[in-house]
């Protein structure tokens, strides 16, 4: 066994150095019992982040087990950023980190991470917001696994418009009147809405917002004001 994952990360250190300086990303699959490397694609346009092809986790999962997610920090150390530690929270599975500095590997490796509840969260643009505790309610709460997408910090005032853009893909359509587990978009300090939040019954909000830990709270009259759009899942 030690051998088969030396492998997997002499794999993954190959297929590093063949991206740099852009990061790889790619899987540790197990297929009765026997782990390997599996390269994907990375989506991402920044040379510093990933963003793993969906249709590469897909083919990986027919295939085995996702033993972890590996990816690469060329020319640096692999110590985990921020932003890496909230995406491990966030994704439950183990995360092996290739750093790639003068040519030279190192590995840093974190276990599988535990569910993290829906309330009580510390925000993470990206990773950890108001996004993610939507993906998770709709996991947790109705087993619907939702597209992930990309989110550059302050997106809502550089021109995007993720939520208007994209939530037709993610399988949403409007509605006047929301019922339990519909999603509230609101457009909280910007021309745009930016904040996205699950209305629960008795007019209650489970989000999540910029700065703050995620909460339930009452739908009031601040965030019926800012309120553009009810959301609700047709798949």
């Given at each position: 066994?030690?051998?088969?994952?030396?492998?997997?990360?002499?794999?993954?250190?190959?297929?590093?150095?063949?991206?740099?300086?852009?990061?790889?990303?790619?899987?540790?699959?197990?297929?009765?019992?026997?782990?390997?490397?599996?390269?994907?694609?990375?989506?991402?346009?920044?040379?510093?982040?990933?963003?793993?092809?969906?249709?590469?986790?897909?083919?990986?999962?027919?295939?085995?087990?996702?033993?972890?997610?590996v990816?690469?920090?060329?020319?640096?150390?692999?110590e985990?950023?921020?932003?890496?530690?909230?995406?491990?929270?966030?994704?439950?599975?183990?995360?092996?980190?290739?750093g790639?500095?003068?040519?030279?590997?190192?590995?840093?490796?974190?276990?599988?991470?535990?569910?993290?509840?829906?309330?009580?969260?510390?925000?993470?643009?990206?990773?950890?917001?108001?996004?993610?505790?939507?993906?998770?309610?709709?996991?947790?709460?109705?087993?619907?696994?939702?597209?992930?997408?990309?989110?550059?910090?302050?997106w809502?005032?550089?021109?995007?418009?993720?939520?208007?853009?994209?939530?037709?893909?993610?399988?949403?359509?409007?509605?006047?009147?929301?019922?339990?587990?519909?999603?509230?978009?609101?457009?909280?300090?910007?021309?745009?809405?930016?904040?996205?939040?699950?209305?629960l019954?008795?007019?209650?909000?489970?989000?999540?917002?910029?700065?703050?830990?995620?909460?339930?709270?009452?739908?009031?009259?601040?965030?019926?004001?800012?309120?553009?759009?009810?959301?609700?899942?047709?798949?």
């Amino acid at each position: 066994m030690t051998e088969l994952l030396n492998k997997c990360r002499a794999d993954a250190e190959a297929h590093a150095l063949a991206e740099h300086p852009r990061e790889a990303v790619g899987l540790v699959i197990a297929s009765r019992g026997k782990p390997r490397y599996v390269p994907c694609r990375n989506q991402s346009e920044e040379l510093d982040h990933f963003i793993l092809h969906p249709e590469d986790y897909a083919a990986a999962e027919d295939e085995g087990d996702i033993v972890a997610v590996v990816h690469s920090h060329p020319d640096a150390s692999p110590e985990p950023s921020l932003h890496d530690i909230a995406s491990h929270a966030a994704s439950r599975m183990a995360w092996w980190i290739v750093g790639l500095r003068d040519g030279v590997a190192t590995w840093h490796e974190m276990s599988a991470a535990g569910e993290m509840p829906l309330e009580g969260r510390v925000f993470v643009h990206g990773a950890i917001d108001c996004y993610t505790l939507i993906r998770d309610y709709y996991r947790q709460a109705r087993g619907i696994h939702l597209l992930d997408f990309y989110r550059q910090d302050d997106w809502w005032h550089k021109g995007g418009n993720l939520y208007l853009e994209n939530f037709e893909k993610a399988g949403f359509v409007a509605t006047y009147t929301p019922r339990n587990g519909d999603v509230v978009l609101m457009a909280i300090g910007s021309p745009t809405p930016c904040h996205g939040a699950i209305w629960l019954d008795g007019d209650v909000l489970l989000h999540h917002l910029y700065g703050r830990l995620s909460c339930r709270e009452v739908y009031g009259a601040a965030y019926r004001e800012r309120t553009t759009h009810f959301l609700t899942y047709r798949g």
